[in-house]
């Protein structure tokens, strides 16, 4: 880099200190240029769950196995957890937004309990069944 400065520059030797300010200005902007070209890109930082995703465990308290059927307003993903009485299961790494819930024991198609959850980033929640 400093080898273009010079070349640039020319017979250095001979000329005013005016002229030699603007040879080095010059490389430094010649060296502020190439460091900006070739300079090594961060890479991302992982925001973490934060946004993303969180944990919705539930709890069955009561004596029969029961089932619950979730479903993403927004992506319309799906998903069936069974638990079994006395158990415990979690859904790992659901979207955060609004789920639409529908509890029901096992092997009926009878609701017992319908709504609404809200998930959000990073907040490890825990449904319980009584």
């Not at 430094?28 to 090594?40: D, N, Q, W």
């Not at 009926?108 to 998930?119: A, H, P």
Request: charged fraction near 25%; include cysteine; glycine fraction near 10%.
């Amino acid at each position: 880099m400093l080898c273009i400065a010079f070349c640039i520059s020319g017979n250095s030797a001979g000329q005013a200190t005016g002229t030699a300010d603007h040879v080095i200005e010059g490389s430094k902007v010649i060296v502020e240029l190439v460091r900006a070209l070739s300079g090594k890109k961060d890479p991302e930082k992982d925001p973490g769950c934060k946004g993303n995703y969180a944990d919705l465990c539930i709890e069955n308290e009561s004596p029969n196995s029961i089932t619950v059927y979730f479903e993403h307003r927004a992506s319309a993903e799906k998903r069936e957890v069974v638990v079994l009485p006395k158990g415990r299961e979690c859904c790992l790494q659901a979207k955060v937004g609004v789920w639409t819930y529908d509890l029901k024991l096992s092997g009926t198609i009878v609701s017992i309990r319908k709504g609404d959850l809200l998930i959000e980033g990073c907040n490890n929640m825990v449904m319980q069944i009584r």
